[in-house]
């Protein structure tokens, strides 16, 4: 199976160009993301070194992970973080004060936990090995050569992050339900009652409030065929603030000697 | 030779002529659909549509690009600038990418070179699909954010949780697919269905896949995003000028986009009509490309008919369609498939098999019949307590006025 992105990983010359551009490019965006104030600027730079990883992996032969980066990383992970951003509202004003106490020192604790981690698994992975590429890995096609360690090699390590990650959902979901007190009437139960109870003026819905030719406003209340005002036309915060306006001035025939708005 | 060994010898000019090619493809096609899509809608409508410019209207999509190209630009002053201006951009240019892995014609001669149009094979073409068109979906967050008021943030969030929700549809559709194709190569997809296409194989992912990449692409009736009722505009009520016209260009480039991957996955691609496969010599090859154009145009008018049909949805209705139905659905269809596959490919006789998926649909419906006639269908009013008639106003404290009557009716 022969395609382009392979073919560029192998010739060294292109890579090398490849990793000059973006390379530089990810670092600034990482440290962009660390420094810039507001939230939604870090989330977008935090993409860009996604993606910018995702080409590195595809350059290197590991195509799969490389989509997959984008895909899940991109495309969901960093989607729902926009998300929250934005429906949340969080900006630079957020402040930096701790709200929780020891928060700072478990945050570094975790973080020289981490960075442990992270420099023995590199460690364990480059020191005292040859470095032997994907080629061999690859050579039956990079799909298939991952599909058979997953489903082989690691199948149960794989079934039970997908169980603990199921779980974590499943337990989000739980958390986050709220039972409603009373059940919300449905449009169509709505209906059923405009119909059956009270009078039927009400079925075909209720009347806006009051557009005119003189006065375009929510404060001035419908009027009804037969001429009054229609006391459901308006926002019954409007009427308790006493900000409502007459509507009889602005009745048909009567609309010339009306002086539109006199409050 | 399959494809991908055609496509891994072309030299660079020729990758070169074949993305020019893709891009003028692209952009003829948005303005020939803009043309369509108005022509079409007119006529659903009892009106004529536009007909002025050029022979039956057909530059008037010209003539409105140059326009809006000439508006004024405005950039709103509670905008965030940068983002602003890079979310049209992204939109623009990811909609052209998923084009590379789209094979359009069967092997051609092009310049006296061998190839295929399709700019390269990827082994996992169709997650790249899936990935561009997630990273598309940024220009319309960002673009909602940026603006700096109500409507199109609240159009941007609509779009991500719709597109997050919808994409999980569409891929669990595809794995169907997979399974079947044992392949996520466009043009190894293309060559499996070369005796049955795959909406008849596989026809509940086909539906599948159909209703989600409508919703992908934020058309009518799922066109919450931008609901000119609701929203003015959604996610672009504050553009003008080019930038607008980037956003214009993105939607009409991803519909034919994930009409071509349709195309591609369940139509047999750039193969003819079953009993017309002769065709496929015509020109040396290359009538294999008006099949291929022939079968995005059927998809393309089926996105126009839905827009002169359907009202759009409301939002809970939507989502819980998403989740609650698409999901489910395409997660049993896959078991299905699956064992269906595992079957066939252990030897089980082609009547079990079919013994099997007769089985499973037989006791979907009983179930779905005894889920209805065990539902009992109330005949009671609601019990429900309507309260006055008033307007969504949130309850604020009140001053001045008669201040104990407001908290009563809104507290």
């Known amino acids: 199976m022969i395609n382009l992105a392979l073919e560029v990983g192998k010739t060294a010359a292109p890579e090398a160009t490849m990793f000059w551009i973006l390379g530089p490019l990810a670092v600034i965006a990482a440290l962009g993301m660390l420094l810039v104030k507001k939230a939604v600027h870090s989330a977008i730079l935090m993409a860009w070194v996604m993606i910018t990883l995702a080409i590195f992996y595809i350059a290197q032969g590991a195509l799969f992970l490389g989509i997959v980066q984008v895909v899940v990383y991109t495309g969901a992970v960093m989607m729902l973080f926009l998300f929250i951003l934005m429906l949340v509202g969080v900006d630079s004003a957020d402040s930096l004060k701790e709200t929780i106490k020891g928060l700072r020192p478990i945050a570094i604790l975790a973080f020289i936990g981490f960075g442990g981690l992270l420099v023995s698994l590199i460690g364990r992975a480059t020191l005292g090995h040859q470095i032997v590429g994907l080629d061999s890995a690859n050579a039956n096609g990079n799909v298939p050569a991952l599909a058979e360690l997953l489903f082989s090699k690691y199948v149960w390590a794989f079934e039970v992050v997908s169980a603990l990650l199921i779980t974590a959902a499943l337990g989000a979901m739980v958390l986050a339900h709220n039972h409603r007190v009373h059940q919300r009437p449905t449009q169509r139960d709505l209906s059923i009652l405009r119909f059956r109870t009270g009078s039927l003026a009400e079925t075909a819905g209720l009347a806006n409030p009051g557009v005119y030719a003189l006065h375009n406003a929510v404060d001035v209340p419908a009027l009804l065929p037969d001429g009054s005002a229609a006391p459901t036309s308006i926002s019954a915060m409007l009427e308790a603030r006493g900000d409502v306006i007459d509507s009889s001035p602005f009745q048909l025939g009567q609309a010339e000697e009306s002086e539109g708005e006199d409050k | ?411």
């Not at chain 2, 069967?106 to 997650?127: E, I, N, W, Y």
């Not at chain 2, 909406?199 to 159909?210: D, E, G, H, N, T």
Request: proline share 5%; glycine share 10%; hydrophobic share 50%.
């Open chain 2, 1 to 411: 030779m399959t494809t991908a060994e055609i496509l891994g010898q072309d030299p660079g000019w020729i990758i070169l002529v074949k993305g020019v090619f893709v891009f003028i493809i692209a952009v003829l096609a948005t303005l020939m659909a803009i043309w369509a899509e108005r022509r079409i809608v007119a006529r659903m409508q009892m009106r004529i549509g536009p007909n002025r410019v050029g022979p039956q209207g057909l530059l008037q999509s010209l003539s409105d690009g140059v326009k809006l190209a000439l508006k004024e630009d405005l950039i709103p002053a509670a905008a965030d600038k940068i983002v602003f201006i890079i979310a049209p951009i992204i939109s623009a240019t990811t909609c052209f990418m998923s084009f590379a892995v789209i094979p359009m014609s069967g092997p051609v001669s092009l310049f006296g070179h061998k190839t295929a149009m399709q700019m390269t094979d990827l082994p996992v073409g169709v997650l790249y699909v899936l990935a561009i068109a997630s990273v598309g979906v940024y220009g319309i967050i960002l673009a909602g954010w940026s603006s700096g008021s109500t409507y199109p943030l609240l159009g941007g969030l609509r779009s991500s949780a719709q597109v997050i929700s919808y994409e999980v549809a569409m891929g669990l559709s595809l794995v169907a697919v997979f399974i079947y194709a044992g392949s996520m190569s466009t043009s190894e997809i293309v060559a499996a269905q070369q005796k049955w296409w795959y909406s008849i194989v596989l026809f509940p992912s086909f539906v599948i896949y159909a209703i989600s990449m409508v919703g992908e692409t934020n058309r009518a009736p799922f066109d919450l995003a931008e609901a000119e009722g609701e929203l003015v505009g959604g996610f672009h009520t504050e553009y003008s000028s080019l930038k607008f016209a980037l956003f214009f260009l993105a939607e009409y480039v991803n519909i034919v986009a994930v009409s071509a991957l349709a195309t591609t996955l369940f139509l047999g691609g750039y193969h003819a009509l079953p009993g017309l496969t002769f065709t496929e010599s015509w020109l040396g090859g290359w009538f294999t490309i008006v099949w291929f154009f022939a079968k995005v145009i059927f998809f393309f008018f089926i996105f126009v008919w839905l827009r002169g049909t359907l009202p759009r949805l409301r939002y809970d209705q939507f989502m819980k369609f998403g989740w609650k139905v698409l999901i489910p659905a395409s997660l049993l269809w896959i078991l299905i498939v699956a064992t269906m596959r595992v079957m066939s490919l252990r030897g089980t006789s082609r009547g079990g098999v079919l013994g099997f998926a007769v089985g499973i649909v037989l006791v979907v419906l009983i179930g779905s019949f005894a889920y209805d006639s065990s539902k009992k269908r109330s005949e009671q009013i609601p019990e429900v307590e309507i309260p006055e008639p008033s307007f969504p106003v949130p309850a604020i404290p009140i001053s001045h006025g008669p201040s104990a009557q407001s908290e009563v009716s809104h507290g």
